[in-house]
């Protein structure tokens, strides 16, 4: 059950960057669903990955460079959702961003509802 709550939030707080951030596109509920778990399981399979890659460019940038490895996750996942489009790598970067803070807040929120 916290798995498919998990999935939900992800959902809706990517229709709500579609809001958000020009240049994002979703057609669909359907298709948020679907990139929302795509992006899920990019996220724990590739981007630990391309952290280890980056490792020396990450020190040197003091973490900064991870913004980057974000935004290229969400424009990833956009190149094979259909009904998910992103226009330009800037609207993935400031995606990236939005969709991080709205999920740091819903993740601190429903965590601590549930304990």
Same mark, same amino acid.
Do not use: H
């Given at each position: 059950?916290?798995?498919? #709550?998990?999935?939900?939030?992800?959902? !809706?707080?990517?229709? #709500?960057?579609?809001?958000? $951030? @020009?240049?994002?596109?979703?057609?669909?509920?359907?298709?948020? *669903?679907?990139?929302? *778990?795509?992006?899920?399981?990019?996220?724990?399979?590739?981007? @630990?990955?391309?952290?280890? #890659?980056? *490792? @020396?460019?990450?020190? $040197?940038? !003091?973490?900064?460079?991870?913004?980057?490895?974000?935004?290229?996750? !969400?424009?990833? $996942?956009?190149?094979?959702? /259909?009904?998910?489009?992103?226009?330009?790598?800037?609207?993935?970067?400031?995606?990236?961003?939005?969709?991080? *803070?709205?999920?740091? !807040?819903?993740?601190?929120?429903?965590? /601590?509802?549930? /304990?």
């Amino acid at each position: 059950m916290y798995i498919l #709550l998990r999935w939900l939030i992800n959902t !809706l707080t990517l229709i #709500l960057v579609t809001y958000l $951030v @020009p240049g994002i596109n979703i057609t669909s509920f359907y298709s948020a *669903l679907i990139a929302a *778990l795509f992006l899920g399981i990019v996220n724990a399979i590739i981007r @630990p990955i391309l952290i280890v #890659l980056t *490792l @020396p460019i990450n020190l $040197v940038t !003091l973490g900064f460079f991870t913004l980057f490895i974000n935004a290229f996750m !969400l424009w990833f $996942v956009a190149s094979f959702v /259909k009904g998910f489009e992103i226009t330009n790598f800037s609207a993935a970067f400031w995606g990236a961003i939005f969709y991080w *803070l709205i999920m740091w !807040l819903t993740n601190y929120l429903v965590d /601590k509802s549930v /304990k």
